[in-house]
């Protein structure tokens, strides 16, 4: 049984790190835990880690020791191959290699470089340890400066030299091809390899081909003055600025790295205007050579703007630096997450996975894991796009997830909110988003407003409600949001970040409504633990429900854990298993699993049942060895507020698992409830589950 794949290349520079990021996130959807290795990685400097290792570690938090992930460095196995050691190379690259392979599902092996000392041996060495490794090989290879015959027969020959040493090639993946090209590309290499290899064809991305500001920095040795946090910016181009300044801005072109020497003020502040003007496009950043740094007032104005761009200073005079920073080739590295997350959907974009995986991933799911989890919520959440009303605009952490989401392009949003103060706000957290994507709307001075209240009057008027009373609710952002929602203007509403549950679900309760045949709303949490997902229920809104009501909140769940992708196994626990316990509170939790069993017969449900042997197979074999759920249940029911919202936060706090919720269910349409101690991730979270919410109506 197939559990790894090996990136493979015949040459340097063919951004194969794109396809080890992209199969990364895609494998993570798709199995439980996965490895990452490097047989042979660059040289280091001491105490420092590989580029790409870092990376893909940090990136996915994969909980890897970076020691554990390579064998040995380029220089260790140049040394050890001219000794005629090239065995001992192998048996430890094998050794290190199997360690990895017996804590995974799955291993994504990356190839060496072919860059520096050695390049001329690599194919051969790469070809050999995947032989030696057993696994099959993904070879990629890049389009620039090569006709399409010459391309073709380059990557024919790779693929010759894997199959004649043994070595099974599942996809050969043609990438930094010129966009125009990609269909001609695609056919070509079709019409020349064997029917059965996979073949993927990715363009060439001018923003993942040229280096960010740091990497720059690092080449140059510069040392940056300001704008730090804007560090990993990304350059398209660099110019030189020694012409006059009223010259000089017409020179100026989006993501441009400006080269001048450290006296001349009128260049700096020039850039540094233009920068934030609407008039002209953003820059990357600004050199500054031979050693001279501003002087106090320029330096004291320039502390002063509201937005600073990454300003560097280099000894180095403005020649050589021009040289210097014209050969920087980029590399992804692990600080970069735009370049990263670039990568990923370029890739998701380009290469059909499922293809691919079907050849490669011949190893048996062990079920649901949190990170299979979460990436089926954002996979699935792309399918159908939703728009999502987010009120608390004047809460930073909304502003953050909001430009997280628009970054993954997941879902369209709207923030409620002072336009100028969102966008204040914004540039305050050094967030980089197109404000033309995030739809702002000002409830009061919204064009909707009056439209609104005049709905909400109709709506409740039998209840007292005055059009003054509705115009005053309206301006609050509960209710304009959940109006939103209610006349279909958004799909669904997050809220509760600054305001309690009760603010956030009134609104949803007095006109958005309950579902047919649905009295109680309750509440769901995804518990993401170390192997697996659980549902908890209810452990946000209703403080004490009786049995009626009890069941109604277990059918809900199962329900939600169904839309989910987890089959559910319900137990409704209690301080007893069985037939044991005796009194009120017991006899509640057995009368509402008597109920779910006659109106759902279709579910799997036990209760009573103690929260142990719900969940532990051998306590649960143990205390009800005939039930179908114990030992096994991933759908807990609770039977109070007090109980349920206690037990999710001890979970939570005591196993580091990710909590996500709570989702709401029973309304009509999804309005889903925050934790007023939330974080960016919960937001970002609970956001992606409303919108898979909205799909199902």
Known sequence: MNKAIYIATSEANTGKSIVALGLMSMLLGKTAKVGYFRPIIDDVKKGKNDNHISTIISHFQLGIDPKEAYACTRKEFISMRNKGKEGEIIDTIIEKYKALEEKNDFVLVEGSDFSGEGSAI????????????????????????????????????????????????????????????????????????????????????????????????????????????????????????????????????????????????????????????????????IVLTGGILPEEPIVKLIEGLSQIIPILSVEQGTFGTAN?????????????????????????????????????????????????????????????????????????????????????????????????????????????????????????????????????????????????????????????????????????????????????????????????????????????????????????????????????????????????GIEPKIAMLSYSSGASGKGEDVDIVREATEIVKAKRPDLKVEGPIQYDAAVDPSVGKSKMPDSEVAGQANVLIFPDLNTGNNTYKAVQRETGALAIGPMLQGLNKPVNDLSRGCTIDDIFNTVILTAIQAQGL
Do not use: W
Not at 159 to 169: C, G, M, T
Not at 347 to 365: I, R, S
């Open 324 to 564: 210097k920073i014209g050969s920087v080739r980029s590399h992804m590295y692990a600080g970069n997450t735009p370049k990263i997350t670039q990568s990923i959907n370029t890739f998701e974009k380009y290469v059909e996975f499922d293809q691919l995986a079907e050849k490669m991933a011949t190893f048996v799911n062990g079920g649901t894991t949190p990170r299979m989890f979460q990436y089926n919520l954002v996979k699935r959440a792309k399918t159908q796009r939703k728009h999502i009303v987010l009120p608390e605009g004047n809460d930073d952490r909304i502003i953050a997830a909001a430009v997280r989401l628009l970054d993954t392009d997941i879902v369209d949003l709207t923030i409620l909110g002072d336009k100028v103060a969102i966008e204040s706000a914004i540039v305050r957290l050094g967030l980089i988003v197109d404000i033309n994507k995030l739809n702002i709307i000002n409830p009061i001075e919204s064009e909707y407003f009056n439209d609104f209240a005049t709905t909400l009057f109709e709506l409740r008027k039998h209840k007292g409600l005055t059009i003054k009373m509705a115009e005053d609710l309206m301006g609050d952002v509960s209710y304009f949001g959940t109006m939103m929602v209610h006349k279909g203007l958004a799909d669904g509403m997050v809220s509760g970040a600054a305001h309690t549950t009760g603010h956030t679900i009134l609104p949803a309760l007095q006109f958005v409504k309950t579902k047919p045949g649905v009295s109680v709303v309750s509440s769901v949490f995804f518990m993401c633990l170390e192997d697996r997902v659980s549902v908890f229920g209810d452990c946000a809104i209703n403080p004490n429900p009786n049995s009626e009501q009890l069941a109604e909140i277990a059918i809900s769940s199962a329900e939600s854990s169904i839309n989910f």
């Open 122 to 285: 690599e194919l051969d060495a790469n070809i050999e340890i995947a032989k030696n490794l057993g696994i099959p090989a993904i070879i990629v290879s890049s389009g620039i400066g090569k006709s399409l015959s010459d391309f073709t027969e380059g990557l024919h020959l790779a693929y010759d030299s894997f199959k004649e040493r043994e070595v099974e090639v599942l996809a050969v993946i043609a990438n930094k091809v010129q966009e125009n090209n990609i269909e001609k590309t695609k056919i070509e290499l079709k019409n020349n390899l064997p029917k059965d290899i996979f073949v993927g064809v990715i363009p060439l991305i001018a923003s993942l081909n040229n280096p960010t500001v740091k990497e720059i920095a690092t080449a140059i040795d510069a040392k940056i003055l300001f704008g730090e946090e804007h560090i990993n910016n990304q350059t398209d181009s660099f110019t030189v600025g020694a012409m006059q300044l009223r010259n000089y801005l017409t020179h100026l072109k989006k993501d441009n790295l400006i080269i001048t020497p450290g006296d001349r003020a009128d260049i700096i502040l020039g850039a540094l205007q233009a920068n934030i003007s609407s008039n002209y496009p953003s820059i990357a950043g």
